[in-house]
């Protein structure tokens, strides 16, 4: 048995307004009208609250993906970035060949190009 309580609550005129042009539309008393839209935005804020749960899941599941694209990339660039090496490699050894570069250069040569390399990756761009 549901029995029903009688409780005073005061809301503005416009509310009152609004509550009673509804009961004329919907065809409910005032008390059916007021309860009927205390229950539906109640409804209302837990689809809400649900709703924002399945964005915050979406927005996370976004972000993973983005990860693994991220890191892809990352492993394409690191591979490049070996290949780039070994074409470096291949063409200092062809100048010091040829005579183009002296084998007491090579170490100020390699060392520069790989601590500079090293310093842009991580960040530390510098003029030196």
Partial sequence: MNKKQVKSYTLSKETIEAVKAYAAHSGNSLSQAVEYLILRGLENTQIAEQLADRVTQHINRFIDADKKNTDRLISV??????????????????????????????????????????NDLKGGYSND
């Fill in 77 to 118: 660039l690191i591979g490049q970035s070996r290949t780039i090496g070994k074409i470096y490699g291949v063409a200092i050894t062809a100048a010091v060949r040829q005579g183009t570069i002296q084998k007491d250069e090579l170490e100020t040569i390699y060392g520069s190009g790989i601590k500079q390399c090293m």
